[in-house]
């Protein structure tokens, strides 16, 4: 890496040897040439004109088209970049980690458009967590998924595309089972942020469901450490909370259950959601208890919650270097098209 005026730099200036091979391309062009005479005009009307020293000097034009269009493509391999890892942002200073529940249950599709195509309760909440995270662009995010055991789907990150490329993966049957265990949840997101010296630590807990099977602890004494540990915890209770149609899931291929033609199995089925609970965990931690029952309501609810989650505080980005390869790359490939265009038409050789 050489640095050069201020924050400019070449991230791998070896390639800049390739220059060096110039002058023998040059010789070489030089001797083709003596051993192979040529016309440098299209037509013999020109020729006529090359006694013209504006026309002698306009001769040499394509050789240093070629030159400089190679020069700038090797520029661009040596990575030019400025950096920038010196400035200093707003940011909101919240650490934020989003337990998603990935039980049977979230296959329902009680929460599908109107007029549009079967949508699961997952679906929706991963498109709805995907605007959300976008909007966060300097804050901490983490995912935990869970079932009967939580499920470390992304540690706290910064970066955006790592995470949502974790939420895409998000499916029902990832962790194993399919039952619910709340206080698994909150004990995995606690852990991730207790230890952490940020402004502020949130934990959001997304459930359609209950304990299932019944846990040897309550979900509140992990509430309590969310306390004391200074984490608040919003919770959404997810889906109607009443019969409905839904995707089965099957255990063996660990997807969705078909019939014969290849299509997805439904069936009608009742999902309670213990809400009770869901508030006081919320209650206890100064959050707040959120009901979605559909992609409206959810969306609202994550509004509401970057919302109330900002604090601005200065922070330093470490390392931060902006790519100006494209620059050089394009220029260089004009050059090179200028050149051949020019060699084939007001420059043309005829042998």
């Known amino acids: 890496m050489i640095d050069l005026v201020g924050n400019f730099l070449f991230r791998e200036p070896e390639w800049a040897l ?12 030089r001797r083709s040439r003596e051993s192979h005479p040529s016309f440098l005009f299209p ?6 004109k090359s006694t013209n020293l504006k026309s002698r000097r306009r001769i040499w034009i394509p050789s240093v088209l070629r030159i400089l269009g190679f020069t700038f493509l090797v520029l661009a391999l040596c990575r030019p970049q400025i950096d920038r ?17 990935l039980s049977a249950s979230m296959l329902a599709l009680d929460m599908s458009p109107k007029d549009g195509p079967e949508t699961t309760r997952l679906d929706v909440v991963k498109e709805v967590l995907e605007g959300f ?13 869970f079932s009967v055991d939580p499920y470390l789907v992304s540690p706290l990150t910064l970066d955006q595309e790592y995470l ?11 962790t194993g089972e399919t039952g619910t265990n709340i206080g698994s949840a909150l004990a995995e997101g606690i852990n991730r942020l207790r230890r952490l010296e940020s402004k502020s630590k949130v934990l959001i807990l997304l459930t359609d469901g209950k304990d299932e099977p019944p846990p040897i602890h309550s979900p509140l004494i992990f509430a309590d450490g969310a306390k ?11 889906g109607t909370n009443s019969r409905t149609r839904t995707f089965l899931f099957d255990p063996q291929t660990r997807d969705l259950a ?54 601005e505080v200065e922070i330093a980005i470490n390392a931060f270097f902006e790519e100006l390869y494209l620059w050089p790359l394009a220029f260089g490939i004009l050059l090179l098209l200028t050149h051949f265009l020019l060699t084939r038409t007001i420059y043309l050789q005829i042998p």
């Open 164 to 174: 949502l490329r974790n939420l895409d993966r998000l499916k029902v049957g990832l």
């Open 133 to 145: 995270i976008e909007k966060r662009k300097d804050d901490r995010i983490g995912l935990v998924a």
């Open 18 to 29: 390739i220059l060096l091979s110039l002058p023998l391309m040059a010789w070489l062009k």
């Open 85 to 101: 890892s010196t400035r200093t942002i707003l940011s909101s200073g919240v650490d934020i980690m989003v337990a998603v529940d």
């Open 258 to 311: 078909r019939n014969l033609r290849g299509d997805p199995v439904i069936r009608v089925a009742d999902y309670p959601v213990d809400e009770s609970l869901l508030k006081k965990i919320a209650d206890k931690t100064s959050g707040k208890f959120y009901q979605a029952k559909d992609k409206e309501s959810l969306q609202s609810i994550y509004d509401e919650i970057d919302g109330l989650e900002k604090s």
């Open 228 to 238: 004391s540990d200074g984490i608040k915890v919003y919770t959404i209770a997810v």
């Open 43 to 48: 037509t013999l009307s020109l020729v006529c």
